[in-house]
């Protein structure tokens, strides 16, 4: 697999066509035009799982089985890794409740769920995991009594039964102190009956359920075929990257899909019919009896080979209602960079609003220290300009006199170096995004990037914390360029004093804060 990605990328060096980047993504925006959502009980009754083993904020690795009945009933299996390739299984956590669906406001064709959960139970899954959750719930309940946690038992650490006040919404919202002052709750008296307040900051929030959305992709392996083959997604809330604030917050983006465990199936959709598949990514068979975690193989930890081209394989959804595609191309000789966010106003991005690029020098710093296999990047952020593709835009922003000089006009880029940024969207300029990079093989043997997910809030960080999870992937599509001619050109202008990096500040929450200032 590894010799693979060589081969693509020594190839590379002689071929120069960049023709594939632009048939990658018009595949890409195929299959988003193509997407259906239906969001609906009666399509989510089934089970869902992970197409692989995913990272969260943290870092976290997890691999989801999630099996809904069409009267809302669920099960849900959340099985944790101590490392990436998810191999080895740390914990499971599993809850069981039911939920309803209402129409979503933040995102089109999703909807808002209603939450009752009605129990709670976790698996350490191995002796460091048992130990672990003695050790936190020793120093987050003194002097209660709780069955000692061992390896392979479940334990109840919520039931609704045992609560009074029901609070299906915010399971983790009472205090220890307040059941302390019960002495007759069936809680402290009985011994089977573990307290979920006690696990501080282990908590494992089903927030993402508050948001989903059903949707039929299709899968462009097997285009000649009619009809066109799709696979399901279930696409569940976003997770805070603070887990202080996971327990109360409201997602407005999503996850990476849970995909739906199907043998062949035709689904009806306003009186279309449509095959659904399962793609060939993790055989859906290891996830054998549901609670026994499956144990992935190791993945090959690529080095930071990020020389090329790439860029995205389906339309990404960020919070806020902020939809994007990207494009970056990463120069070897004098490591240079130059990455495209185009931005539009639908999921399936298909109506454009505005074009950022952005470019300057690159250096790869070292191992990162969190996560195997990823490596330290800095971008330095010398230069970006800004194209407008919606004329309201230049006046909601006032733009005018503030980003770049001259007149602004739709459709034709600017510069913002001239006015070292653009304040009213928060863009400075020159500056430094601290990020994390990855390189892995996908199940097709093309080469993925995975660059850091920015801070759910969007604002600079003030420590010099670097992300703990990625964005989706972006593909190779294009050989390794040594230099960019015209690149060279536009960074060796001498704008600034020295090209010195003046202010700490991420390209992605320049983004963000520029669409939240217009959205709003
Ligand atoms: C949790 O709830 C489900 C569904 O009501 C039930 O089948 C299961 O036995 C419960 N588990 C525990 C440990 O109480």
Redesign the pocket.
Known sequence: MLWLCWIVFLVGVHISSTSQCGKLSTLASFEDHKTIVETSLNLLAGSWISEGCEIRPGPEYILRSYTFDDTG?F?LIQHHYWDDSCTSPQLSVIA??RIQLRDSLVQPGAANAVLRV??V?VVPQDDSAAKELDRVVAMECPGRYWKPWRRYE?H?IY?SRYDEKRRFTNLWASSYDQINQHPGNPKLDNPYFSDITCLGSLKWAFNELKLLKIQLRPILDDLKRKPMPMKMELLLGDIHSNFKLREYYNPTSFQVPLIKRVKDDVVFINRHSFRIKNPNTIPASIFTTGRAPPHLIEKPHLPPYVWGEWTSTRCEVRPMGLYLTRRFSFFSEDSTWIGDHKFYSDPFCKIPKFIVTAAGHFALVGPNKEMKGTTDIDFHIERASLTVLDQRMIHDMRLQGLCGLDQWKVNVPKELSSTNGCAPLGISLPSVLKDVVKLEMDYRGSCMLFLGQVDTDGLPSASNERPSAFQLPLVRCGDVATYSQSLRDILNKDIYHNGVAKSMFSLCSIILLMTLSFFR
Do not use: L, P, S
């Open positions: 009933k099960q069981h409740g009605g129990n139970t479940e109840t039931d």
